[in-house]
């Protein structure tokens, strides 16, 4: 090849962005033209010079935060299993009828033991009848179905984004993410008696 | 954890809704990494990140978008570099203060304080260039590769290299001029 490369062309090189033949060509003339070799070496400084800076900025941060990303798109098949299964637990625990606290009967306060018919010389003190307790109903509890997010996994959630996703069918449920992306806790929506869901 | 904002979407924005899952899986992770490193602060990220997804839900419609990517990116980017230019007007103050109170930093924590005064630099001269440039350095710091960085900023992929070559040499010049030869 005997045209000199543009600096963008370089740049590309360098990042090995460039087509296998391009590169090979690139090699050939950059062994014989010394100012695309200089430019080349100017080029890679200054990227080398200007990465280093960057990659400072990864250190300072805590290094919880940050992660690499992968290069393939992550799979997202496996997050299925989990979410569908824990969707389907608290589907089963929001729908399964709860059993009322049953009212309790109060027992009967002991009667006094029956006593001869003979009339003693003194008098028996009074027996105190206990005076039935009367037991309140109890009180329905605050349903709270579907109020609480049911965690994926057992690591603690600082912060994420809270989304709304189709499950099977009709089923919709809230889905915290985390900064990853990954799923970390899930809620079902219920549909309430005017169609509205939340 | 409470959820900062709901979005509620319409009857008629289910699909939007899948458009925007889609969008949420596959650039959220890096719109928060990115914006880690610009702004230094991860929960401030993910409140950018976040901030941007929700004016990407309240467009009419998403399907209209035919640069999700690039669309996200930009306005992240722009949130992030607004917020670096915030934070070093408060550390300017704060430091200003620090001196008046002669605080003396400890022995200890020197390479900290240094290491923490390069990356205020660093984003200084990030937030003063062109945000595409800034846009281009951070996503290519960050392993994006040439065909996607092309479709973020919306050129040819064989545009890219010449881009970066320039944000580079902007970003060194820049450098140079307020904090000495020193790279």
């Known amino acids: 090849m005997s045209r000199c490369w543009s600096d963008g062309e370089l740049r590309a090189w360098l990042d090995r962005e460039l087509g296998e033949p391009d590169g090979a060509d690139f090699e050939l003339h950059l062994a014989k033209c010394a100012d695309c070799a200089a430019r080349r070496q100017v080029l890679e400084d200054r990227s080398k010079r200007i990465g280093v800076l960057m990659s400072s900025l990864t250190e300072a941060v805590p290094a919880a935060r940050v992660t690499a990303i992968p290069a393939r798109r992550p799979s997202w098949r496996w997050t299925g299993v989990p979410a569908a299964i824990a969707a389907g637990v608290t589907l089963a625990f929001l729908l399964t009828p709860r059993a009322q606290h049953p009212v309790v009967p109060t027992p009967r ?3 006094a033991p029956e006593v001869p018919a003979v009339k003693p010389a003194i008098a028996p003190p009074p027996v105190a009848r206990a005076r039935p307790r009367v037991v ?30 189709a499950l099977d069918g009709n089923v919709q449920a809230d889905v915290i993410f985390d900064s990853q992306g990954r799923p970390r806790a899930i809620r079902p929506v219920k549909e309430s008696a005017q169609g509205e869901r939340r | 954890m409470q959820p900062a904002e709901e979005i509620a979407w319409p009857d008629s924005g289910y699909a939007a809704g899948r458009e925007f899952e889609a969008a949420f899986r596959e650039h959220y992770p890096r719109m928060v990494a990115v914006l880690t490193r610009l702004t230094g602060d991860g929960a401030e990220a993910e409140e ?3 901030d941007v997804l929700c004016k990407l839900a309240r467009r009419p419609r998403i399907a209209d978008l035919d640069h999700i990517a690039a669309w996200l990116y930009r306005v ?23 001196r008046e109170e002669g605080s003396a930093a400890e022995a200890g924590a020197l390479d900290s304080l240094l290491r923490e005064e390069r990356c205020a630099r660093v984003r200084s001269v990030l937030a003063s260039l062109k945000p595409r ?7 290519r710091a960050d392993g994006m590769a040439y065909r996607d960085l092309a479709a973020v900023v919306e050129v040819q992929p064989s545009s890219v290299g010449s881009l970066l070559a320039r944000a580079e040499a902007e970003f060194e010049r820049r ?7 020193r790279v």
């Open chain 1, 136 to 165: 309140p109903p109890a009180k329905a509890r605050p349903q709270t179905n579907g109020d609480y997010y049911l965690a994926l996994d057992d690591d603690p959630i600082d912060t994420g984004v809270v989304m709304r996703v």
């Open chain 2, 76 to 98: 992240a980017i722009n949130a992030g570099l607004d917020a670096v230019r915030a934070n070093t007007r408060r550390r300017r103050r704060e430091d200003r203060v620090g």
């Open chain 1, 109 to 111: 306060a002991p009667t």
């Open chain 2, 48 to 50: 950018i990140a976040s």
């Open chain 2, 133 to 139: 440039d800034a846009e281009l350095l951070l996503l």
């Open chain 2, 175 to 181: 450098y140079r001029a307020r904090y000495g030869d």
